[in-house]
């Protein structure tokens, strides 16, 4: 493979901090160079090199659903066709479909997250989203008081880099340590999280959002996620994503006999303790999630297993 797609899956990889929907822009920008550079004149053997190209792609992230999604509509592009310069072309074409969409979905949804927002001057968010940034931004007129909790969601912080970005947009911040977001759901209207996957068994999100998900219940407190239609998957394509456990370093920075560090970055909130789910076709309840979801087609790739 040429060094600058193996570039581009060592950036993804290693990022940690970025959310998904940007993080997939460079998985399709990825997809494209593999498309264009690839240089086998064997349709079969293309094929498989791109069967193993989005294996790598999507390891390199294995928690978030664009990545699946993104192959799933490569792999569905080719399934018919059996020429080479056909392959690139369908492959290049539904890499930049998926990217047109992707594009488009945090704008539409914060227009719906408008509604939800109207009205409530209190917000507690966690981690960092850019979905979630755009519809704060967006609700944040002049002449509104609106107050927004970021927690710092450690251990890479990235709800300080929310909180950064929301202040530069005028945006009253106070920043709160994970642990305190609990007791503060009493000082807030609403809970708006992002997500990085969503089927009918739960939203994965940062590390924390179960615990806030319950809590949130506890106190009577709204809880929604804004999650585009290109993180929805069907119950069999989310039973591959993996929360892996990460560097213990970032929690114990000097390692000390028998103590053994938990430091997974995700988990898994059941649906049930969302109080809808906003997607840039509207704010849906668990029944029209159920509906998207069995009208969603996967590949044979990846429904028999091959990556």
Known sequence: MIEECENVLRAIREDNTSGASELVHRAVQGLILFSETSKNPSPSRLKRDL?????RLISCQPTMAPFLN???AALMGIEDVEDVDGIREAVGEAAKAFLRGAREIPRRIAIHAANLLSG??????HSYSSTVFEAIRSAATSDRDLRVICTE?????EGVNLAKKLAAEKVKIHLALDSAAPSLLRDVD?????????SPSGLVNKIGTYGLGIAARANGVPFYALCGTDKILTEGLAKR???EPKDPGEVLPTPHPGVEVINHYFDITPIEFLSGVVTEEGVWQRDQLNRF???LRVCKALREGWI
């Open 51 to 55: 069967l193993d190209f989005v294996k």
């Open 153 to 157: 969601s450690r251990p890479a912080l």
């Open 190 to 198: 609403l809970v708006l999280t992002g997500g990085d996957a969503l």
């Open 70 to 72: 993104l192959a799933n």
């Open 241 to 243: 994503l993996r929360i």
């Open 293 to 295: 979801v069995a009208g």
């Open 120 to 125: 409530k001057d209190g917000i507690l968010t």
